[in-house]
């Protein structure tokens, strides 16, 4: 699977590129808004590099891991680069306050404006994933939502890849509640000084 990840050079982005290169899959790409940018982070990690218009076209599944506040953004610029190939959205909006980390909405999720903007079908996940974990290949359980289209399924594939235990959790309206965990992980990762994950019981 060819796997274009836009915003690669970002701290998740690269998690998640240099992960993909240290187990082998060839087929990785990163991307950013400077190309010079993100071949200079493609030849430190071993993959390939360009900018985000040009690297979606032959992907099989673009991976959307821009920062949260440029994600819609992002998202308007690319679609008709994107065309139709799966889109996995990544994003969480949140907001950080002297009170703690915050969810940035109070209804629908990122990942559904994303779905209104773009042609492509589009799934939702990885938001309880921390880059460190990423990299250490131990990211915990990657829950996914969309409805049932290849944008789920190839975005179920890669967290497998990764290591993780893919869990199919649903239509994508469901990204309102993983996009609201994030700041719930936040919030315990800043109190507990660590990197945390979820892990779902009761599955086999």
């Not at 030849?43 to 032959?58: A, H, K, M, P, S």
């Not at 506040?69 to 998202?75: F, I, K, P």
């Amino acid at each position: 699977m060819k796997v274009a990840i836009v915003g690669g050079t970002g701290a998740f982005g690269r998690a998640l590129a240099q992960r993909l290169a240290e187990l082998g899959v060839d087929d990785v790409i990163v991307g950013s808004r400077d190309p010079d940018r993100a071949r200079a982070t493609a030849g430190e990690l071993g993959v390939e590099g360009g900018r985000n218009q040009d690297i979606v076209g032959d992907a099989e599944l673009v991976v959307l891991a821009v920062r949260s506040n440029a994600t819609l953004e992002t998202a308007a610029n690319l679609a008709d680069a994107i065309g139709n190939t799966p889109v996995l959205c990544v994003a969480s909006d949140v907001r950080f306050t002297d009170a703690g980390v915050l969810p940035g909405r109070h209804q629908g999720s990122l990942a559904e404006e994303v779905a209104r903007i773009v042609r492509a079908p589009v799934a939702s996940g990885f938001q309880s994933f921390a880059a460190a974990n990423v990299i250490d290949g131990d990211p915990g359980d990657a829950l996914i939502c969309g409805e049932d289209s290849d944008a789920k399924t190839r975005a179920l594939e890669l967290a497998e890849r990764l290591g993780a235990r893919a869990i199919d959790v649903g239509p994508l309206a469901n990204s309102r509640a993983l996009e609201g965990m994030t700041s719930v992980i936040l919030n315990v990762n800043r109190r507990y000084k660590a990197h945390a994950g979820i892990r779902l019981t009761g599955l086999p």
